[in-house]
C-alpha cells in the first residue's frame, strides 16, 4: 500500500523534510498513535495549562480523552517512521517504514533505514543547527528535540 503523507503536522509527533548530499532527498513521519486504553483519541504531548500548547520537552504522552500516558521512549518506539525517499547512492526511489527507534548513524542518532535498491543504509540524523538552514525547515521537526531548541 503507498505512504499517505499527513495532512497535517497535528496527525503527527514527526515530520521532517530533508535533502541529502548528492541528489537524495526524503520526506519522513511518524503519525500520532491512537489511545490504546479508550481508543478515542490520538496521544500527543501534554499541554502546557497556562499556554495549551503541547509541551516539547515533557517526558510522557497523554490521551487527551482519558488521560492515559505512556513514557515518552516507549510510546515512541512502539511507533513506525514512514518514509518516501530518493536514495543519494542509486537514484532509486522508493518507500520504507522503520521502527521510530533511534540508532546510532555516523555517530548521530537517527532513524536508519535502508535504500532497497542498492541496500545502503541512509540516516535521518537528528536535526543539528547548522548556518544554512531556514527557521520554518526546522519548525518542521516536531517532536524532534534538537529542532525543538529553534523555537
Ligand atoms: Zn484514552
Ligand atoms: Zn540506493
Given at each position: 500500500m503507498?505512504?499517505?503523507m499527513p495532512n497535517s503536522m497535528d496527525e503527527c509527533i514527526y515530520f521532517t523534510r530533508r535533502?541529502?548530499?548528492g541528489n537524495g532527498k526524503a520526506v519522513a513521519w511518524v503519525y500520532k498513535k491512537t489511545c490504546p486504553k479508550c481508543g478515542k483519541a490520538k496521544m500527543s504531548k501534554p499541554l502546557d495549562p497556562k499556554t495549551k500548547r503541547p509541551k516539547?520537552?515533557?517526558d510522557t504522552y497523554e490521551c487527551p480523552a482519558c488521560g492515559f500516558?505512556?513514557?515518552k521512549q516507549e510510546h515512541e518506539e512502539s511507533l513506525t517512521v514512514e518514509i518516501i525517499f530518493t536514495c543519494p547512492y542509486c537514484g532509486m526511489q522508493?518507500?520504507?517504514?522503520t521502527p521510530a527507534k533511534r540508532s546510532k548513524f555516523e555517530g548521530v542518532p537517527a532513524y536508519v533505514f535502508e535504500c532497497c535498491g542498492c541496500h545502503k543504509k541512509i540516516g535521518l540524523t537528528k536535526k543539528m543547527k547548522k548556518g544554512k538552514s531556514k527557521k520554518g525547515?526546522?519548525?518542521n521537526d516536531a517532536g524532534?528535540?534538537?529542532g525543538a531548541n529553534d523555537e
Open positions: 503507498p505512504l499517505q535533502v541529502f548530499e516539547i520537552r515533557a500516558s505512556e513514557a522508493g518507500e520504507v517504514t525547515e526546522a519548525a524532534d528535540d534538537a
